[in-house]
C-alpha cells in the first residue's frame, strides 16, 4: 500500500530531479549575469559623468551609449533567458532536450557591440580617435 501511494505521488518533474535544478542554477547564472551586464553600464556612464569635466559631445554621447545598451541587453538577456528556462524545463519532461544557440548567440554579438563602443569611447577620450 505504501509503495502504491508513493508512486501516486511521484511527479513527472521527480523523474528529472537533477536535470531540472541544474536548470535552475543555470538560469540563475543567466540572471547574474545579466544583472552585471547592466551594473557596467550603469558604472561606466556614472564614471564618465562624475569624474570627466569635459565639454566633449562624442564622449557623453558615446558614454550614454555604452549604459542604454547595456542596459537594453541585460533585459534582453534575462527575458531569453527566462524563456529558456521554461522550455528547457518541458523538454527535460518529454526527453526532447534540443542545445539552445539564440541566448549564447544573441549575448555574444550584443556584448562584441558593446565593446566596440567602449573601444570608440576609450579612443576619443585618449584623444586617438
Do not use: C, P
Not at 22 to 34: F, P, Q
Not at 36 to 42: H, N
Not at 55 to 60: H, T
Amino acid at each position: 500500500m505504501n509503495n502504491a501511494l508513493e508512486k501516486q505521488k511521484e511527479t513527472i518533474d521527480s523523474k528529472y530531479i537533477q536535470q531540472h535544478l541544474a536548470n535552475e542554477r543555470t538560469y540563475l547564472a543567466w540572471v547574474r549575469t545579466s544583472i552585471t551586464i547592466m551594473g557596467v553600464g550603469f558604472l561606466i556612464t556614472n564614471l564618465h559623468f562624475s569624474t570627466i569635466t569635459s565639454n566633449a559631445k562624442m564622449d557623453d554621447a558615446l558614454s550614454k551609449i555604452i549604459g542604454l545598451s547595456s542596459i537594453i541587453a541585460g533585459i534582453f538577456a534575462l527575458i531569453i533567458s527566462t524563456i529558456s528556462y521554461f522550455i528547457k524545463g518541458n523538454d527535460i519532461n518529454n526527453q526532447t532536450f534540443k542545445f539552445s544557440r539564440i541566448l549564447v548567440v544573441y549575448l555574444s554579438v550584443a556584448l562584441s557591440l558593446i565593446f566596440i563602443i567602449f573601444g570608440a569611447y576609450y579612443l576619443d577620450v585618449w584623444g586617438l580617435f
